[in-house]
C-alpha cells in the first residue's frame, strides 16, 4: 500500500478542502466528556503516555469504556486488520492485494471466527464482548473519522463480536501458520531426501531446551502419554511410503507470499523468590512481532473492584493479554507447536468429489466475490473438504501437487477470549491454570509469576495427535486425505471441536514450579523426553542459548534484581558470530589487505551488537550475503520458477552447510561474500552498526508524515535484545514486573495514540531504541476524558 | 446586488459575505466557493471580483491553520505535503471560481 496513495482516492475535495476536510478534521479528536452509556458509570483518564486508564464497577461498563479508548484511539488499524483477514482489502486498496484477499477468503478465517463468536456468546466473556463492541462503535459515531479513512475514502463498517475473535485468529494465524511442511517435501522431490534434511532439519544440535535444564526445569513431571493408544512413528520416516510431490510453483508463489513470516517469536522468563533480591518472583517477557506505526500493541489499565489489570492488547480485542494484575504478571512466547497439516484427494467429477476413505464426497464450493477498487471484482471459489480449506493453483500435473486440503486448529470455534479473560481476573496460579485451559490457540509458552511466590510455565492451546489407522504419526509431511492419514479425532473445522484426540491439558509440557525458567522460542523439550509430537521444527536457539547463560549466571550470583532482569532484556550478544567463526575461518586465506584487515576485526569482535562498533555492521550484512550465496549455490537445482530465497535454510544451519553446497567450496564463498557486504557498507555509506541498524517503523501507506522517525538502536535479529532491521519486528512490547510491591517497568515502540496528530503518536520510540523504560503502575490517575453513565450496570 | 459607488458599505458586505463564507466553508468545501462569490459580489469588477474570490480562499487556509494549530495539529498537517497541496489547489481555484460569479450578475 506504499506511495502514490492519492491516485486511486476519490472524494479529494471533502477530504482535503480547508476547513471541512476531513484530513484536517481529525486533529480534534477530544471525546465528549460525558457519555451515555447502557452499562452503567465508568470513567476513562488518559496519562501522559496515552494509555487509557479505566475504572467501572461493572465489567460490561469496563469493557463498553475499553471499547470507547479502542475505537478512538485505533479505529484504523482495527479495521485494516479485520479486512485483511476477510479478505476485503483490495475494495479499498486496489488489485496489490488481491493474492492476500484470495488467500483469506479461500482460507474463510471469516466463518471460523463466526463459530468461535458462537461458542463464546453463551459463556461468561460473551456479553463483555458486546458492551466492547458497542464501545467502539458508540466513539466511530462521537469522534471525527481518522485521517486514514480519509485518505482512503471510506466509513468504517461497525464493529462486532466476529471481529474480535478475528483478531484471535490473526494472531493464532500469525503465530502458527506454517507451509514448512510443503516447502520441505519439495526440496525433498527435487532435491532428494539428504539435501532436504541437511537444509531444513526437524532438530537442531543444541542443549537449551526450555524444560530439563539443569536447577531451572529439570523437575518438570514428564507425562506418561495416557492419550496413546500407539507409539509416535519415528519423525524421521515419511508418513507414507508415497514418494514425495512437489507444490506446484504457481501455488507455491501464491502461498509463500501469504505465509506468516517465520522470524515472530518472543522472550520470556521468570526467576523464583529463592532467587530474587526482594524474596519475591520476577518476570519478563518480550513479544517479538511487526514493528508498525501504530504499533501491533495497545496498552491499557482496567481497573474493577476485583482486579486491576495493566498490560497490552490487540487493538479490537478487549482484555489485557500480556501484563499485569494485582496478584502476579504473565507473558507470551510462540512455543512453535505443529498445529496445521496438508491433505491431498483422490478426485473424480472433474475435481467435484473426494474419495474419503470408503466412499466419495462432494468438495463443498461456495462463489465468494472480491470487491476491488479501480477494477474489476473478483470472483473467488471457496472450497472445503473434511480437514478444513482446499487451496489451489496452478496446472499439476503428475509432477506437481496443485490441490491440498488444509487443517489448522485455527478453523474450529476456539475459547482463548475466556482463557484471557480468567488470566485479568486471577487471584492466583490455580486460577491461572483453569484459565488456560480454554485457551485453544494459538500455542505458546506461558510464563507467569504470581504475588504468592508462585512460578508457572505452560504450553498452552491444542495440538494435535495425528492418527493413520491405529498408529500416531507426526505431522512432517503431505496425507493422503483419501486414505484417511493423518487424523485429527474431535477436530471440526469451521464448527464446535471436542478435541478429545488432542495432548490433554494435563499432559502438555508444563512446569509448575520451576526455579526459573527461560523461554525464547528454543525447543520446549527433548523429544525422548516427551510422549507426544509436538512440534516440526523450533526456532534456532541463539537467544535460547544465551538467555539460559545469562539466567544461570544470575541465580548463580544470587539475589536478582528487576534491573538485572532489564539489563537481560537488553542483552545484545549475538551468538552468531562463535557459530559462524569456522566459516569466517575459512573466510581469511582468501581474503587480503583492507578486506583482511576488517575480517581479522570481526573475528577479534567481542559480539556485542552495539550501534558505536562497526564490527556488527560488517558481520550482519556478511550473514546477508552468505545466505544470497548459499541460495544461488545450493538451491540451484530447484525449479526456476520457485523463489529459492524462500527455501533458504535458517541461520543455524546455514553455518553447518560444507563445500559441498558451493561453487567452488565455503571458503571462496564467505571471502566473496565478506567481499560484497563490504561494498554494501560503502555503498550504504555507513560508518557504524547504528548508521544501518536504524529503527524503520512505518504506517501501512508509507507516507512520510505517518511514519515514524528513525533512531539509532542496538541489538539484531539473534540477540535478546531484538531487533531486525530487514524485516521491520523485534521487541513489540517489553515488560519487567516484580512481584514484591515494587513498579514494574514497560515500554512500547512508538506510541499508544495511532492518531497522527496526537503527541504520543511516536511518544516512547525513541526510549524503546534506547533501551529505557517507563513505569507499568495501574493507578487511575491522568486527565478525565469521559464519564461514562447511564444503565444499570446489568 | 452589487454595492458599487459606496466604498464603506461594500467593506462592510465584503466583510459580512467573509464572515458568512467561512462558515460555510467550514462545513462543506462548496462552501468555499459560496463564500469566494459572495465576497465577490460587493466588488467593483470581474477582475477584483476574482481577487476576492482567491483572498477568501486564503483566508479559508488561514483559518484551518488557526483551527489546526489550536487543536496542536499544525506541525503534522504541515508534512502532509499532498493534502496540503491539494488544500492550497482548492482554496486558490475554488476562490477563483466562486468570485467568476461577479460577472454574471
Known amino acids: ?41 465508568a470513567t476513562l483518564r488518559y496519562d501522559d503516555e496515552a494509555v487509557p486508564r479505566i475504572e467501572a ?23 485494516l486488520q479485520r479486512r485483511q483477514m476477510r479478505g476485503q482489502l483490495s475494495a479499498v486498496v486496489g488489485e496489490a492485494t488481491l493474492d492476500s484477499d484470495r488467500f483469506h477468503v479461500r482460507m474463510d478465517f471469516a466463518t471460523a471466527a463466526d463459530a468461535t463468536w458462537g461458542l463464546v456468546r453463551d459463556t461468561e466473556a460473551g456479553p463483555l464482548v458486546e458492551a466492547y463492541c458497542e464501545g467502539v462503535n458508540r466513539a466511530r459515531e462521537d469522534l471525527p473519522t481518522p485521517v486514514e479513512f480519509e485518505l482512503l475514502d471510506y466509513e468504517p463498517a461497525p464493529w462486532t ?57 529439570d523437575d518438570w513431571s514428564v507425562p506418561d502419554g495416557d492419550a496413546l493408544r500407539a507409539p509416535v512413528s519415528d519423525p524421521d520416516d515419511d508418513t507414507s511410503s508415497r514418494a514425495s510431490v512437489a507444490t506446484d510453483p504457481e501455488l507455491d508463489g501464491w502461498i509463500a507470499g501469504v505465509e506468516p513470516p517465520a522470524w515472530a517469536g518472543s522472550n520470556s522468563w521468570a526467576v523464583g523468590a529463592d532467587h530474587t533480591d526482594s524474596g519475591e518472583s520476577i518476570m519478563a517477557n518480550d513479544p517479538h512481532l511487526s514493528l508498525m506505526a501504530p504499533p501491533v500493541w495497545y496498552e491499557q489499565v482496567l481497573r474493577h473492584p476485583d482486579y486491576q489489570v495493566r498490560g497490552v492488547t490487540f487493538p479490537g480485542v478487549p482484555f ?44 463443498e464450493v461456495e462463489s465468494r466475490t472480491i470487491d476491488v477498487a479501480g477494477g474489476p471484482d473478483r470472483n473467488v471459489e471457496v472450497k472445503k473438504s473434511v480437514h478444513g480449506a482446499v487451496l489451489s493453483a496452478g496446472a499439476g500435473g503428475d509432477e506437481f501437487r496443485s490441490e491440498l486440503g488444509v487443517a489448522w486448529t485455527g478453523l474450529s470455534a476456539t475459547n482463548a477470549t475466556n482463557g484471557i479473560l480468567g488470566i485479568n481476573r486471577s487471584r492466583d496460579a490455580e486460577d491461572v491454570d483453569e484459565a488456560l485451559r480454554e485457551f485453544g490457540e494459538p500455542t505458546q509458552c506461558f510464563v507467569y509469576a504470581g504475588r504468592d511466590g508462585s512460578v508457572r510455565y505452560r504450553v498452552t492451546g491444542r495440538v494435535p495427535i495425528r492418527r493413520t489407522g491405529g498408529e500416531t504419526v507426526p505431522g512432517t509431511g503431505v496425507f493422503d486425505g483419501s486414505a484417511r492419514e493423518g487424523e485429527w479425532a474431535g477436530y471440526t473445522p469451521y464448527g464446535e471441536s471436542s478435541w478429545e484426540g488432542f495432548i490433554p491439558f494435563d499432559e502438555m509440557p508444563h512446569d509448575d514450579d520451576p526455579d526459573y525458567v527461560g523461554t525464547a522460542n528454543q525447543r520446549v523439550v527433548d523429544d525422548d523426553d516427551y510422549p507426544y509430537y ?57 581474503l587480503s589487505g583492507d578486506a583482511h584487515s576488517d575480517l581479522d576485526a570481526v573475528l577479534d569482535w567481542d559480539g556485542e551488537a552495539t550501534r558505536d562498533a562497526r564490527e556488527p555492521l560488517l558481520f550482519v550484512r556478511f550473514l546477508d550475503a552468505y545466505e544470497g550465496r548459499f541460495v544461488a549455490d545450493g538451491l540451484s537445482g530447484l525449479d526456476g520458477r520457485r523463489d529459492a530465497s524462500a527455501y533458504a535454510p535458517n541461520q543455524w544451519v546455514l553455518a553447518t552447510l560444507g563445500d559441498e553446497w558451493f561453487a567452488p567450496d565455503r571458503a571462496s564463498a564467505a571471502a566473496d561474500a ?85 503527541d504520543d503518536y511516536d511518544g516512547q520510540l525513541r526510549r524503546w531504541a534506547n533501551g529505557e523504560y517507563k513505569p507499568m503502575d495501574r493507578e487511575m490517575r491522568g486527565d478525565l476524558a469521559v464519564r461514562f453513565a447511564g444503565g444499570d450496570g446489568e | 446586488m452589487t454595492a458599487a459607488g459606496d466604498r464603506p458599505t461594500r467593506w462592510i458586505a465584503t466583510g459580512l459575505a467573509a464572515l458568512a463564507g467561512v462558515g460555510l466553508a467550514s462545513v462543506h468545501w462548496l462552501g468555499l466557493v459560496a463564500g469566494a462569490a459572495l465576497v465577490a459580489l460587493p466588488q467593483r469588477t470581474t477582475a477584483r471580483g476574482v481577487a476576492a474570490g482567491v483572498g477568501f480562499g486564503l483566508l479559508v487556509l488561514v483559518a484551518t491553520a488557526a483551527s489546526l494549530s489550536l487543536a496542536g495539529g499544525l506541525d503534522v498537517a504541515l508534512a502532509m ?20 460569479a461577479r460577472g454574471v450578475v
Open chain 1, 161 to 217: 463480536p466476529a471481529d474480535v475473535m478475528l483478531a484471535e485468529k490473526q494472531i493464532a494465524w500469525t503465530l502458527t501458520g506454517s507451509f514448512r511442511t510443503l516447502r520441505k517435501e519439495t526440496l525433498r522431490a527435487e532435491l532428494g531426501p539428504e539435501a532436504a534434511e541437511a537444509v531444513i532439519p526437524d532438530r537442531l544440535d543444541h542443549d537449551a531446551t526450555i524444560l530439563g535444564h539443569t536447577r531451572a526445569t
Open chain 1, 320 to 363: 489485557v493479554i500480556i501484563g499485569e494484575n494485582d496478584r502476579g504478571a504473565w507473558g507470551f512466547t510462540n512455543a512453535g507447536c505443529d498445529v496445521i497439516d496438508f491433505y491431498e484427494y483422490e478426485t473424480r467429477a472433474d475435481g467435484a468429489e473426494y474419495r474419503y476413505g470408503d466412499r466419495w464426497r462432494s468438495f
Open chain 1, 57 to 79: 464497577d461493572d465489567e460490561t461498563a469496563l469493557c463498553f469504556a475499553a471499547g470507547y479508548a479502542h475505537g478512538a484511539d485505533r479505529l484504523f488499524q482495527m479495521d
Open chain 1, 534 to 590: 509436538l512440534a516440526e521444527d523450533y526456532s534456532e536457539p541463539f537467544r535460547g542459548i544465551r538467555l539460559w547463560e545469562r539466567l544461570d549466571a544470575l541465580v548463580d550470583r544470587g539475589d536478582v534484581t528487576p534491573a538485572d532482569l532489564r539489563d537481560l532484556q537488553r542483552d545484545v550478544r549475538d551468538g552468531r558470530l562463535e557459530h559462524y567463526r569456522p566459516v569466517l575461518e575459512d573466510a581469511r586465506s582468501e
Open chain 1, 674 to 758: 565478506f567481499e560484497k557486504a563490504r561494498e554494501r557498507v560503502d555503498a550504504g555509506g555507513w560508518e557504524t552498526y547504528g548508521d544501518y541498524n536504524r529503527t524503520a517503523i512505518d504506517h501501512p501507506f508509507d507516507q512520510s508524515f505517518l511514519n515514524y522517525p528513525r533512531y539509532p538502536t542496538d541489538g539484531s535479529a539473534a540477540t535478546l535484545f531484538n531487533f531486525r532491521v530487514e524485516s521491520g519486528a523485534g521487541s513489540s512490547w517489553r515488560q519487567v514486573c516484580p512481584m514484591d510491591g515494587t513498579t514494574s517497568r514497560c515500554i512500547l515502540p512508538g506510541g499508544n495514540d495511532g492518531n497522527v496528530y496526537a
Open chain 2, 81 to 100: 505535503t499532498q493534502p496540503l497541496g491539494v488544500a492550497v489547489g482548492v482554496a486558490v481555484v475554488g476562490g477563483a471560481v466562486g468570485g467568476l
Open chain 1, 1 to 41: 500500500m506504499g506511495g502514490g496513495f492519492l491516485g486511486p482516492v476519490r472524494g479529494y475535495l471533502s477530504a482535503f478542502a480547508p476547513l471541512s476536510g476531513g484530513v484536517w478534521d481529525a486533529a480534534g479528536d477530544d471525546p465528549p466528556p460525558r457519555v451515555p452509556s447502557n452499562h452503567g458509570d
